[in-house]
């Protein structure tokens, strides 16, 4: 796993604040969710959220900063179980932890909150390059099939740029938001496998 991806497993009390964190998120947004009502939710005090994250910001970001962790760890379970991904299942991965409906926990972050986490957390960022790096790094280390002369940051540049449109979604089309990142998966695929 890469280094800047939190191991697994977590003990139990923080794998439960993190799901409640998360559910939060998507019924209220990151500033509307309290910290009161995610240790409620499981039952134990404040100052044990506390001693794990030292704000609230703090723990949204560790929410996040999870579901990229779950990620991960689906994609390398996968390439183990099949011997390394293919454009099909990279094809299912992309669909499976895309911004617009998938599994991604940055699909339930509004922009605005984003800038708000930004701001309240100087120097650490919702959409992380250094980590984002280091797991294209590690998934293009799986790939089978992938075809000859493939640059890893040209890759990582498309992806980036999905993730950037996901957080600049406001400025966009709504309408045609779903179609446009579709049709960035299947240029990624095409750029990593040749035209499928």
Do not use: C
């Amino acid at each position: 796993m890469p280094a800047a991806i939190p191991p697994q497993p977590l003990e139990p009390t923080e794998e439960a604040l993190l799901e409640a964190g998360l559910a939060l998120i998507r019924e209220k947004g990151v500033r509307k969710m309290t910290v009161e009502e995610a240790v409620r939710r499981v039952g134990v005090g404040k100052r044990t959220l506390y001693r794990l994250y030292p704000t609230k910001e703090a723990f949204a970001l560790a929410r996040i900063t999870h579901g990229k962790a779950a990620m991960w760890r689906a994609i390398d379970g996968l390439a183990r179980e099949r011997g390394g991904l293919g454009r099909g299942e990279v094809a299912a991965l992309l669909g499976r932890f895309s911004f617009d409906g998938g599994e991604s926990v940055l699909g339930e972050v509004s922009p605005e909150d984003m800038a708000w986490l930004a701001g309240k957390l100087p120097g650490r960022s919702v959409l992380d390059p250094a980590t984002d790096e280091a797991v294209f790094a590690a998934i293009a280390s799986r790939l089978r099939g992938m075809r000859e002369g493939v640059d890893p940051h040209v890759a990582a540049n498309m992806m980036k740029v999905m993730a950037l449109a996901w957080e600049n979604r406001a400025r966009l089309h709504a309408d045609a938001l779903a179609e446009n990142l579709a049709l960035m998966r299947e240029q990624l695929l095409d750029y990593l496998f040749g035209r499928g």
